[in-house]
């Protein structure tokens, strides 16, 4: 399995960006699987940010909280975060991977930077 995380870039204070993470590989029913969003800022440790369980619940760092919104297509076997209110804060590079997280599936990322 691997998860391929997409759709970072640089954003003005206050915009938006949409993150997609896609598990290819052999993938042994993606909709039993806990999901999460991760981000890692310079010189912090890596945090969780939000995850979606199998069965749709969705949880959220009270840092991101009413800005930030995890959904999933199990069809797509992708799973999305939707960053609304950025805020220089929020730089970071972002990593999707199972809930709780697996090390062997850390990917790239995506790298977010939020500009004032």
């Known amino acids: 399995v691997q998860l391929v995380e997409s759709g970072g870039g640089l954003v003005q204070a206050g915009g938006s960006l949409r993150l997609s993470c896609v598990a290819s590989g052999t993938i042994i029913r993606f909709n039993a699987m806990n999901m999460g969003w991760y981000r890692q800022a310079p010189g912090n440790q890596r945090e969780l940010v939000a995850t979606?369980?199998?069965?749709?619940?969705?949880n959220y760092a009270d840092s991101v909280k009413g800005r930030f919104t995890i959904s999933r297509d199990n069809a797509k076997a992708t799973v999305y975060l939707q960053m609304n209110s950025l805020n220089p804060e929020d730089t970071a590079v972002y990593y999707c991977n199972f809930h709780p997280s697996v090390r062997q599936y850390w990917g790239q990322g995506t790298q977010v930077t939020v500009s004032s």
């Open positions: 979606i369980m199998y069965n749709g619940n969705t």
